[in-house]
Structure formats: structure tokens, C-alpha cells
């Protein structure tokens, strides 16, 4: 598209300049502006592909107040404030100020998803208003001082820290192409989870690489160790060789090994004919650039291309060597790594077991810790430079509940190998109940009442292809019902018409309907205990020490010490054993089973009880928040009758039972029979705060009277805070020795 052919396309997209007379001349700066705004919006066409959807909103030109003495200009949307030295006179400072803050307003109305990105922010800025060629003539700064400078700076808000931003910029000799990549990620509306770093900037390595390493939940998707820079990006060598296989959408070649080509010195014993497992094992750049020459292997990642976008890469592969590592010219930091692995291994578990070999017959193998890895999926890679030499090593372990990525530089991943099942080990002891944990949530609600929001990156998995999911809350039904639906980054934020604010989930959605319900006979159950009992149709999935965790804050979030302890370890126990809630299903989220509202902050009575060893009873632990607190309730006594009988009398409680006797007519004779059913039945269904002790019968009403809350069995979560034992002190006077 030529420049003219952009300028006049984009007439109609001027905002509306408005001036209050007190930067002058009015009309002057008004057209100054339209110019500046004209030629920015062409450029931003050009560099993104397209012009925003949207017409800008009216701007406001007007003099700064307060501004800082290094400063010409500021802004926030909808407002440049500009400093004039003269009155009546736009001079040249004034004008690059002006082209200055007008690109932080393009960005605001052409991009709003990288608001707080003020890396972003800035280099377009000077990119684009002329400051460069000042800069240019500055003293020589190098780049890795440069780096240093906004790494201490990072709002780019001094001359030192500009300075240090335009030595990065003038490294592009044109327009960076990192801000057009980012324009065009603008422009598609691809998410961007990872601020623009120096290094994608750049497009050079501007600083030594250094040691990161990051372990991940795959459940719960929570940072549960991290060392080092795990955000930096950096050349990430053959580790995305897995995402090349998994966007493909036809079955990957066999090829034939071409003997003296480097790329093939895949290890010794190749075979005459190399598969993608093969391929994979030996982390064979030969195959995969074959592939490519072929003709069928996937483009840029293929479906799986926006989810390592969404986690931070730094941009398109141009072609396989790009994609595979050959060349250094994209980057990925550990975090993000770690997070694409976390998607693929929900995706696609038939990859994870390929890679799961590595250390038998891979890049791992026979290495003294080899044996360490059974049951652990790993892929390697290298950066070398020219001279082959290792830059940077780099090893990605995924087990049954964790991620781990670690990053070496100078090292080849066999000689650091040791170090994975070490920290693996280390995230095991000290962070108890990492283990998966699955809830049937959200049973009492409406399904197409549902609704979910990622903050990060979110995805549902449809036969293993990842699909983006709206930004702003959706409906959660349709999501799940095509597959797993997991957030990258950040927590689901769920909501619904009794919960607007909405809950965090930090985990997996699932869809899963239970077994249709019948009630016992003769057992009163009100609308919503049928629903508890059924289940739901959303499973969760997030780890047990998360739900224990949840569990405990939405029982008692006041509880603390030795009692919470002791709830926690019950907690974490049901959840293993809910057959006798729901045979063959999860735990539920109701009082049915016990309450979990989402995820929240683990504390530390959570994670010492995930840490001790399981209790001892094998079946449900009943417990109630109890206490001695008297309560009385009334209810119609139609009510009472429609649960227990009509002329019922004498009734009593007893042993977690209701007992009580019932008129009946059997031919002439009348007689009372001696009935009795779960006290729990009856104080569900009249919403009792517990199992009475005593019931008044009056001419149209009952009047209900007992002490504490809850069905009073189990572990009395009150009189534990009072007893001032241990937690299992607690559970062995209340399950028994």
C-alpha cells in the first residue's frame, strides 16, 4: 500500500483536536496536530497491516501543570499536556513533544492491550516523533550498558534511561522490527501476555545469558519455584521441536538420513530410516528441516503458533531453522516455555510419552541420572555460536504434576542433567499436595448462567488443537464442552448472577455430566440438595493442597493454628475418599460434600498439612463449624408435615436422627408407628443452622431450638479452637483411637 493511497484512506480517522487557549497559536496547533496524527496513522498502517476498526476519540491540547523540568509533554488517554516556553511560538522542542505524546495516544486507541507496556510504549514513541537522529549524535553507549540502564529504569521516564532506549532502537538501521511485530500482533488482536523486553528490541543478545530455572504446577499453573530471570527471553535451541510436531496437521514423514549433511549427525546407530519419535529423541535438525523441504510441515508452529505468541515469543518463524532454534533470531523466556508445556501436555499426552523415552534412548540417555527421569517427558536444547561452542543449555522436564525449565549457559544439557530431578525433588518436599485434585463445581448454578474470564492467555483444547478464547468474559458451557479449557498466566476468573464479582479458579475446566439422580424413598430433599446430590456437570482440576486450601477459607477463614491444621488434613483426606458422596465422580463443592468457592492464598497450616502423612481412617470424615451457640428457628408447620408425615408427633432427636411417631389408618383400625430418618435430611431441607435438640409443635407452626452449627458430627471445628490440643489430638477425639 503506497503512502499517498494510506493518507487518504485515513482522512476520516483524524480525532478531533480540542484546544482551550492556552497553547498558542490555537489553529496552528490544531493543524500541527491533524499533520502529526495523519502521518503516525499511516505509518501504523503500514507496519501493522490494517487501520484500527474504530474511530479515535476526541483529544484535548492543552498546557502542562507540574511537569518535570527534563519533560516537554505528557499525556494519559485523551489528553496531551505540552510545555511552551513562548507564548505564540510552536517551536521545534514543542513540535517533537507533540509527535511524542500523539504516539502514545495511537497506541492507546489503536492498541489498548498493551497499555501498561511502557517498553512498548516509549520506543514507538521515539520510533516515530523524530527524536532518533538527536540521539544519534550522543556520546557512544554500548548496547549492553544500554540494557542495564532500562533494566534500571524500566518506565523510561529520564534522559538517561531515552538515551539508553534510542541506542537500542538505532541498532534496526529501518523501522525496529520488533515493533512490527508487536503493531501486527496489535492489529490481529493476538493476546499479549509478556511485556516487550530489551532483547526482542534489539534483536541481539544484549546482555550474557544467566542461569533461570522455574518449576510450574501442570494443574494449578502456579510459579511454585523460580530462580534467576525467569521472564528474560533467549535463543531457546531445539525445545520447541514438540510444537512443530503437534502443529502439524497430517501424520509427520519417515525420511532417510542424508549421510555427510551436519544437520543429520544425529548420535551413533541412526537407523536407514528416521521417524518423528526418532526425530524428536535425537533432536534431529536434519529431519525437521527435510520435513520442511517437503512440503508438508506445518507453517510458523501451525494452531500452536498462537499459543507460544500468547506466552511471549518474539516472533514469526520465517522457516524451519527459525522455528527449530538453527538460528537464533527469536526468543522465549523459561516462564513461557514452561507455560506452552503446560498447554501440550493437556493437549497432547501421546507426545508426552514419546518424550517420556528420552532418557532411555534420547539425548538424556546413559547418563548416571538417567534413571533419575523414568516416567519424566524431557526434550534438550543447545544454542551454540559459530563456532559450535554451547551458549546456552537448556532442559524441559514434565511430570505428572510438574513443569520444570531450566536454563544453563555455556553448558550442554547433559551436563547439567543432574540438577532437574534435584529441583523436582526440592518443590515435592517443600511444597506438599501438588498432586491433582478434581471438583465437581458450580453444581447449584445454572450452566448457561456461567461464565469465565482469563487474564492471560486462554485456550480449550478441541481433539488436542488449542482454540483462543474470548478476552472478556464467556460463557463457560460452550467452552468446555469441546474440551479442556486452561489459562495461561493467571487464575479463571468465574462469575455468575449470585457471584458478580467473581471467584479465581486457578486450574483446569472440564465437562463431565454425572448420572441422573433419585432420591431415597421417603427421604425429603429440597430442590437444591437434589442438584448437590446429582453433581455437576464442570469438573475442576487444580491441585489438593489448592483445594485444601479453598476448602478451609470457605469453612472458616478465621480458623488458624493446630485447629486449622487439623481441618486441613480432613479436607485433603475427603477429597480422596468421595465415593460415599458421589460413587465413581469427584468431590463436589457443595455442604453436600464441603464448600469450595475457588482458589485462594495457601497459608501455612495448609502446606504443613498436605505435608504430613495421610490419616488413618478410610472413609469419610464428617466435620461442622459446631460451637454452643443456642439458636431457635420456626417453620409452618405444613412444611414440617410435608417432610415427616402428616399428624406427626413426639418427635425427638437423637444419635444424628430424627424420631418421631406417625398416624396411620390401615382399614378401621388407627394406630401410631415409630418412624425415624437422618436428622441431616430434615435440617437441609428446613435450612436449620443445626440438628435441633428439641421441636414444639404449636396449632400452625414448629419451633425448632438447639446449640452450635452444622450436623454436629465429626470434628467441631469451635470447640477445637478452644480445646488448645494438636491437630491430632483433634482428629483422634473426633474420629476415634
Known sequence: MGWTAVTVALLAATPVFLTRGDVTPEAELRAEAEATWKALEARYVVEAGGAPARAPATLSLQRGVGMLPSRNGQGRPGVVELRQATPGVLDERLRVALRHELAHQLLWWACPASAEDRLFHEAFALAVSGELAEWR?????????????????????????????????????????????????????????????????????????????????????????????????????????????????????????????????????????????????????????????????????????????????SGEPLDMADAIGLRSALRLSPWGLAQAYRLLAEARPDLLVVLADNAARGTLSELPVSKAFAGVATKTGTVRDAESRPRLGWIVAVEADLIAVVARPGLMPRSFADEVPAVLAQVRDKRGGQEAARVQVLGLVAPGDVEARCRGAGFVLESGTPRAVPEDFTKLEPLVSKGAAVCLGSPWRVRFPDAPAGRDYAGVFSWSAPPPYKPPAGVPTSPNALKARRGSDFLFRTTRLQYTAGVVAAEDASLTGEPRVALARVVAHNERHADSRHPGRPVCDTTHCQTFLGTVRVRPEEERALGLPAPRWRQWLPFSQGGEAPWRETRPLSQVESLLGPGVTGVRFSEGRVHYLRTKREGGAVFDVAESQPCESLRSALKLPACPLTATFEATRVTFEGRGQGHGEGLDVEAAKASGLRHEQLLERAYGP
Open 137 to 313: 549524535e550522543a556520546p557512544y553507549q554500548s548496547l549492553a550498558s544500554a540494557s542495564v540502564e532500562l533494566a534500571r529504569n524500566p518506565d523510561v521516564d529520564t534522559p538517561r534511561a531515552r538515551r539508553a532506549l534510542a541506542r537500542v532502537l538505532n541498532e534496526d538501521s529501518g523501522f525496529p522490527k520488533a515493533l512490527t511485530r508487536r503493531l501486527r500482533q496489535c492489529q490481529d488482536g493476538a493476546r499479549q501476555a509478556v511485556p516487550l523486553s530489551v532483547d526482542e528490541l534489539a534483536g541481539v543478545a544484549v546482555e550474557a545469558a544467566a542461569s533461570a530455572t522455574v518449576v510450574l504446577s501442570r494443574h494449578s499453573g502456579e510459579v511454585l519455584f523460580a530462580e534467576g530471570d525467569i521472564k528474560k527471553a533467549l535463543p531457546f535451541g531445539s525445545t520447541l521441536k514438540p510444537f512443530v510436531v503437534a502443529g502439524s496437521g497430517a501424520s509427520p514423514p519417515v525420511l532417510s538420513p542424508r549421510a555427510g549433511v551436519p544437520e543429520w549427525a544425529c548420535g551413533d546407530g541412526l537407523p536407514g530410516k528416521v521417524d518423528v519419535k526418532t526425530a524428536l529423541l535425537r533432536s534431529c535438525n536434519g529431519y525437521f528441516l527435510d520435513w520442511e523441504g517437503q512440503g508438508s510441515a506445518p507453517k510458523a508452529f501451525g494452531p500452536w503458533g498462537p499459543v507460544l505468541a500468547a506466552v511471549g515469543l
